[in-house]
């Protein structure tokens, strides 16, 4: 069978790369072209924009960061719809709104090919190991002829009715998820504080009633402050966004996700540009090194206290190399990384 993908970020590239362990033939696209060549490797060919890889596959699945990019991918010029019509499925696997699923469901449907949503339940590892949980909905033929690619990639494919139903589904996963993480970030920080040790409310946790593999999973880690991006911040907090959007159109109030949502929100938008500042310090520092004139620089290029320096220093020290931290925000660390922001505005 020989199916295209679109988006190969963390998830993109685990899932295709799991199809052509398995035997699928893949034609790749990505914006950012050079993430290719890695699954070329594998056997993958590329194409050249969107249209290129639908033109040549009957099947193409995207799986890419927000709304924004999943219409920009189909609506922009070489984009999907240049190729698509009868004969040929869409199936969009990225996390994004109900409203944005529709949009692109019509378009696709009115040059007559088949469109199906598919977000995933289940991060880099499990994609890795084919053990997602798909939920899918929209085209029913299309489903169904997806199933042998969705049996590599997952090990549940749910079928939930009409488009917009999969987006649902996983937005309230999401909004669970990370109201979830916001709450366990704190009892760390809590546990902490008391004068607890955090491993042993791990321990405690874990044989209860709210045990779950994600406490089992990032916990140690966390306490680590090991925040390598598994899902990334910002997506969680795009997803709580449209979780609360979601709510809002239902009128259900949601007073736990909206408090999350501001922690998950201040970590993308009111620290990381200063994380980046530090960045710019940081290359500072390198170019003059020691004395009070390259403080001074210092103050000048950051606009920011000498307390603030600090505080953000700490930040560039988690980052586990130069070059790293150069090209990262928090916002690209995994959502765990909330822990930190709590830590932070607790001090
Ligand atoms: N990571 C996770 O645990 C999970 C993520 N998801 C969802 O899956 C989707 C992908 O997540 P993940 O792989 O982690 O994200 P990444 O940030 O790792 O990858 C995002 C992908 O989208 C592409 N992209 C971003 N903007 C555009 C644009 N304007 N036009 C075209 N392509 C664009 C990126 O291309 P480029 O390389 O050029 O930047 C990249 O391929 C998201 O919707 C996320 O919410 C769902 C379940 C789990
Ligand atoms: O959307 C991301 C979900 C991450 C997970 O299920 O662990």
């Not at 949503?117 to 798909?134: F, R």
């Not at 809590?190 to 009633?209: F, I, Y």
């Not at 709510?247 to 970590?267: F, T």
Request: charged letters at 20%; a neutral charge.
């Amino acid at each position: 069978m020989e199916v295209g993908f679109l988006g190969l970020g963390i998830m993109g590239k685990a899932m295709s790369m799991n199809l052509l362990k398995n035997g699928f033939k893949v034609t790749v696209w990505n914006r950012t072209l050079s993430k290719c060549n890695e699954l070329v490797e594998f056997g993958a060919s590329i194409g050249e924009t969107p249209a290129q890889v639908v033109k040549k596959c009957r099947l193409t699945i995207a799986m890419l960061s927000d709304p924004a990019a999943a219409l920009s991918v189909v609506f922009d010029k070489d984009g999907v719809l240049e190729q698509i019509g009868s004969g040929k499925g869409y199936i969009d696997m990225s996390t994004v709104d109900p409203e944005t699923s529709s949009k692109i469901s019509q378009a696709i449907t009115s040059t007559g090919g088949a469109f199906l949503e598919a977000p995933v339940s289940g991060s880099k590892q499990p994609a890795e190991t084919g053990q997602l949980v798909i939920l899918a909905a929209g085209d029913k033929g299309l489903y169904e002829e997806s199933i042998p690619a969705f049996d590599v990639l997952g090990k549940k494919s749910f079928f939930l009715g009409q488009v917009g139903n999969g987006a649902k589904m996983k937005l309230v996963v999401n909004m669970i998820m990370g109201s979830m993480m916001n709450a366990f970030s704190e009892g760390l920080v809590l546990s902490e504080r008391s004068g607890l040790n955090p491993h042993d409310l791990l321990d405690v946790l874990d044989l209860g009633a709210i045990a779950n593999p994600m406490f089992r999973g990032k916990g140690p880690a966390m306490l680590k402050s090991n925040h390598s991006p598994a899902f990334p911040l910002k997506h969680q907090q795009k997803d709580m966004r449209l979780a609360l959007a979601l709510g809002d159109e239902n009128a259900v109030s949601m007073p736990v996700a909206a408090a999350a949502n501001e922690v998950l929100l201040s970590a993308s938008t009111r620290i990381d540009p200063m994380y980046r500042t530090v960045m710019e310090i940081s290359f500072c520092e390198l170019s003059f090194p020691s004395g009070l004139a390259s403080h001074r620089r210092m103050l000048f290029w950051s606009r920011l206290t000498w307390i603030d320096i600090d505080a953000h220093s700490c930040q560039f020290r988690k980052a586990n190399s130069f070059k790293k931290a150069r090209s990262m925000g928090l916002g690209d660390l995994d959502f765990s990384a909330v822990y930190e922001i709590l830590k932070m505005t607790k001090d």
